[in-house]
């Protein structure tokens, strides 16, 4: 859980580094989704630290539910929901004009399905505060919710990879195709990595595991908005693969220096004009990191 809070910041860092021109509702939706995942990896603090140092050895504590676990499930439900529907708005716009509510019409009830047993979910937490209610409650309407997200990651991933590959089978440029293949390979992973979580959970759930429905819905929070920054901060990537240039990590530092002087002799022409035969000298010192690779020195001599 704390690898992933990490990989959250420097992901947002990233994005504000290297994306700055994108569309004003894009960046407010990625800093929106940056505060609220602290807010809810902040709740998920405090119930830790409720629990496993203010309340350790006393088990009377265990048999009330403290505020801040429906409280990160609140604003779990809220980022689940942005980030969904984020990529719902794409598909709306990569999808024919004939076919966009058709594709898009079972996502967004699989999303607001979901975001409603969630909110609910967490609103009876907050007013039934005893253990063993609040399981009932996890059990009843926490299983549906978990199986709508399930089936809207499932219709975002499908609905990415068809439409990718369509694109993919009507380009006649190989490193168009290698650039579709591997559009499809990161909506797999995401889609693979959400699905592992969220299944885990919701057979802990039914088989009433409450420890591990923590643990895994702990987990599950924050792979949203990393999901979300990783599609975003890709492109940097694609974009170099599809020009077919790559930067060679060793190399820190390019100068290029040219000769001042012109070198050679004069000599006079049947018309009287002066020439001079010059070779104009360019030296490009390439400067590696040392523990990478060794210094290498390019000179190139250019006549003129």
């Known amino acids: 859980m704390k690898v992933i809070r990490y990989c959250d910041s420097p992901g947002t860092y990233a994005y504000y580094m290297h994306y700055a021109e994108d569309a004003l509702a894009i960046r407010f939706l990625v800093a929106g989704i940056w505060i609220l995942d602290t807010l809810r990896f902040s709740f998920v603090c405090h119930f830790l630290y409720y629990y496993l140092i203010t309340n350790y050895g006393i088990p009377m504590s265990l ?3 403290i505020w801040s676990l429906p409280a990160s499930v609140l604003v779990h439900a809220t980022v689940a929901t942005a980030v969904q529907c984020f990529f719902a708005h794409q598909i709306y716009y990569l999808c024919r ?3 966009r509510w058709w594709v898009t019409a079972p996502i967004m009830l699989s999303v607001l399905a979901a975001t409603g047993l969630g909110v609910a979910a967490a609103i009876l937490e907050f007013l039934n505060t005893e253990t063993s209610l609040s399981m009932q409650i996890s059990f009843h309407i926490g299983t549906p919710a978990l199986a709508a997200y399930m089936l809207a990651e499932i219709l975002i991933t499908v609905s990415l990879c068809t439409l990718v590959y369509d694109s993919g089978s ?3 440029y190989p490193r168009t195709k290698r650039l579709l293949n591997t559009l499809i390979v990161y909506a797999v992973n995401r889609c693979f990595l959400i699905l592992l979580v969220t299944m ?3 057979a802990a759930n039914v088989n009433h595991q409450d420890g591990w429905v923590i643990t895994l819905d702990f987990i599950g929070q924050g792979l949203y908005p990393n999901s979300l920054l990783a599609s975003l901060n890709a492109r940097q990537y694609l974009r170099t693969q599809a ?10 530092a390019v100068n290029f220096t ?4 012109l070198q050679g002799d004069a000599e006079n022409s049947q018309d009287g004009t002066v020439r001079f035969q010059a070779k104009d000298e360019a030296v490009i010192n390439i400067t590696a990191d040392p523990s990478l690779g060794k210094i290498t020195a390019l000179r190139v001599g250019v006549e003129v």
């Not at 020009?243 to 820190?252: A, V, Y």
């Not at 040219?258 to 002087?261: G, T």
Request: cysteine-free; overall charge positive; hydrophobic content about 25%.
């Open 63 to 65: 048999l009330y539910l």
């Open 97 to 99: 004009p004939q076919v």
């Open 170 to 172: 009507r380009s006649a």
């Open 200 to 202: 885990g959970e919701l």
């Open 243 to 252: 020009s077919g240039t790559m930067s060679d990590p060793r190399i820190s």
């Open 258 to 261: 040219r000769s001042s002087k």
